[in-house]
């Protein structure tokens, strides 16, 4: 049996695998002696990266979502975002939305996804063992999210090259292009309001169809808008979010060979291990969206006071070492609290369950279909996409 030792299963040193900040440190201190950063869009914000206080701000609703959702608020994003989505709802709205979809996408539920995923993997790795060149991003990784989402929500596969390059440009959020951004976002906005209003045809007996039927059990009504914003969220997060945190999870594991061992000779740690790599890996180069303090309140940082910008770094706080001993270390063994990469309080994230379930199916494949899988390139050869809500390998050239 592979034994675990710190110095082979630490992540620092991985190549790319950190993100690029996407703000910049300020010398001086807020009011109340918090650290400070500038954003993209020129507000400063307090910066905490404790995860007493990260877990503080997460779930306190008076600290606001709604507001910073603005033109000219303070943001990572070169533009506003639909007042729809989850992610920009405070309450009482949010939970009137979230209590609609929540069985949906409860562990239960998502179960019944485990044979298709399992069926997808299994296809696509006798695909990769055929290639010459065999490249598992490509292969296995790229499409698989898309397709098991489809599934679930009753997208064709046939649909997958026309939005999927939309929702790539939502997720980059490039300050670069903001028209072309713009551009892309309405065009996946009006797909999915497509997809609702039935002017595009959906596969019969998916979420979408039952979203549709059941608005109508929401106080008020659903209205086509919230459908499309909790539509996004999943086009987005399953898809996107899910084929980003597979992309470095796999990465990470063949960059660091014990690891991967472990789980080919004892599978059924690879539930903790992912639990680890999910705490170490953030899903862009941001690791939640700004919020508003409603009212003062003191943090182990110092005092935030109403009015002030607060940026919540999950990241910062997952490698807390009073939390986290050795917090870069991937140990399965590790008790104690809860990461907080999926959030926490009622923007916890809603397809959690999805990603655990979808990702631990593709690993179990995986180890048992190919346990001599080695990287076949460099990894610091490798390209990467890199953008705000958005970090992974595009290229993951394999032998075995």
Sequence with gaps: MTTLVPEATGIDGIA?????????????????????????????????????????VLTDPSFGRTATNTEDGPSFLPTIMPKELLLNLDAPHHARMKTFVNADYSASAVERLRPVVRELVLDKVARLRAEERPDLYATVLDRLPAEVNGRFLGIPDEDIPFYRPLAHTVQIAS???????VEDFTALYGYLLDLVTGARPRTPGGLIDRFVTARGTAQPPLSDAELVGILLGSVLGADQNVLSVAAKVVYTLLCRPVLWRRLVDRPEDIGPVLDELIRLIPLGNISAFPRLATRRVEVSQGVIEEGDVVYPDAFQANRDPEVFPEPLVVDPDRKGKRHLQFGYGMHHCMGAALARMEITELLTVLVAELPGLTLAAGAETLPWDSGVILRRPTALPVRW
Excluded at 175 to 181: I, K, M
């Design 16 to 56: 790319n695998l950190d993100p690029v900040p996407a703000f910049t440190p300020l010398a001086e201190r807020s009011r109340g002696g918090v650290p400070q950063i500038a954003l993209p869009s020129g507000h400063t914000a307090l910066h905490l990266t404790r995860y007493a206080d990260v877990h503080r």
């Design 175 to 181: 300050h670069e292009d903001v028209p072309g951004l």
